[in-house]
């Protein structure tokens, strides 16, 4: 097991100290969380530009050996990993909370006709700008989106989360066929042009990555789909994201559509799109063969409770994952999800995998639900080691928590014995509140409305 303290060097510049309590996980691979009631982490820009954590420990160990530095102190909080968010939809932040009977009709009646707003590239920055922000409002750091299949949509997004210096990773939609006019591709062969021409453009400027975005199979000729595959093999350094398995009238949709697949998974992976670094959203109704192929290729499969319970999707099997050994990342999804919150998202997921339906519920350690939305999460989109924690080496991004931010929030914390207790009471009871500050690339980006010393 890593000790601290821990040091990492590079040639650096603008070196800060951060001084606070300090949650991190010393193996990312895995779901043990550590905690420091009064740690220094120590941060500079290095030779790339890129800010990186030079050092965490103790701060009555760590702090003799950086006597100039300047140091940030925030009494009675603690730093954390920024929230990774595996699966979220940009152009669908207007959408959110909008009642539907089910995936299909939420999709033609609300989601759909905001999504052609898009193609202005002004509404597109707007939109984005918004997003973004209250992402960082809410303390997530990192995200793998969607935007819609209009090119102005990926730059904007794009666009907006350079100038704040995000690591964020984003696609145009690829959707040629069962989709209304304003958002169908016209033109398939121009439609991977398209993609080809933005990959070109914003894959590794700056923190910027690109994924390769069918919408999910029913919206995608096999021409498109095996087009994309075709992208995906040819740049096996950008991402792959979609949607699979998420509910019975969709997967019946799919079997029609495409007789030949033994699965709905198995449509993406005849099209060359399951590989390292594709991520799946859902993946409730699997079998065991998906999950292992799955596991086998280094897939991973975003985790969306909020989404699931809100569109009546189901429930994704947790043991069953674990079992085929499938990695997996907890996810918004919003606007089918119901909130930005990683908190929200946390505690829905714990109540989720407690459910005994058709086989028995298990209970999710605090420390994991919080692994998978972080650490986890990054590892899923092979970023191991660059966000998702606090660790040397890593990327400056992180959040501070305020463990008082409301009372009963103070009043459950302060009665806390063990790191597990403490951090379930932040799940089930916390909101945006929570996040006092997000630092991104060692620049305090959001605060939220509690001060520093307390509710």
Not at 20 to 30: K, M, N, R, V
Request: charged share 20%; hydrophobic share 40%.
């Amino acid at each position: 097991m890593t000790t601290l303290p821990m040091q990492h060097t590079a040639p650096l510049t603008e070196q800060q100290g951060w001084r606070a309590g300090l949650l991190w996980f010393p193996d990312p691979q895995h779901p043990q969380a550590r905690h420091e009631s009064d740690a220094l982490v120590v941060t500079a820009r290095e030779a790339d530009g890129v800010v990186r954590i030079q050092a965490i420990g103790p701060h009555r160990e760590l702090a003799p050996q950086w006597p100039e530095l300047p140091v940030t102190h925030w009494p009675g909080l603690c730093m954390a990993p920024g929230f990774v968010d595996l699966h979220i939809h940009y152009p669908q932040t207007d959408v959110i909370g909008s009642p539907a009977d089910g995936l299909l009709p939420w999709l033609e009646h609300y989601t759909f006709p905001h999504e052609k707003q898009l193609a202005d590239p002004a509404r597109a920055q707007e939109v984005a700008g918004f997003f973004l922000d209250e992402l960082m409002r809410q303390g997530v750091t990192t995200a793998l989106c969607f935007a819609t299949a209009h090119p102005a949509s990926v730059d904007a997004f794009m666009a907006q989360a350079q100038q704040r210096h995000l690591r964020m990773l984003s696609g145009k939609v690829l959707q040629d066929r069962h989709s209304p006019d304003g958002l169908r591709d016209t033109d398939t062969a121009w439609s991977l042009r398209q993609t080809e021409d933005l990959i070109r453009r914003w894959h590794g400027v700056d923190r910027l990555g690109y994924a390769i975005t069918p919408r999910f199979a029913p919206t995608s000729t096999r021409e498109q789909l095996h087009g994309a595959g075709e992208i995906a093999q040819q740049y096996p350094e950008v991402w792959v994201q979609s949607h699979v398995a998420e509910n019975v009238d969709e997967i019946r949709w799919v079997h029609e559509l495409f007789p030949e697949a033994r699965s709905y998974l198995d449509v993406y992976d005849r099209a060359g799109l399951l590989r390292q670094r594709s991520v799946y959203a859902h993946c409730i109704h699997l079998d065991d063969a998906d999950r292992r192929r799955m596991a086998e290729v280094g897939a991973a499969a975003a985790i969306c409770p909020t989404s699931n319970l809100f569109l009546g999707s189901g429930f994704f099997d947790y043991p069953a994952a674990d079992s085929a050994g499938l990695r997996c990342g907890l996810a918004s999804d919003v606007g089918g999800g119901t909130s930005f919150s990683p908190f929200h998202t946390m505690h829905a997921a714990y109540t989720v995998a407690r459910q005994n339906v058709g086989r028995p519920g298990i209970g999710l350690a605090p420390e994991h639900l919080w692994w998978q939305h972080t650490a986890g999460a990054a590892a899923a989109l092979d970023l191991n080691g660059q966000v998702g924690n606090l660790l040397p080496g890593g990327e400056a991004d992180f959040v501070v928590l305020q463990p008082r931010a409301t009372p009963l929030l103070a009043r459950r914390t302060a009665q806390t014995e063990t790191l597990a207790e403490w951090l379930f009471a932040m799940v089930v009871l916390g909101d945006d509140r929570l996040i006092a500050h997000t630092v991104i690339q060692g620049q305090i980006a959001a605060s939220a409305r509690m001060s520093d010393n307390g509710a």
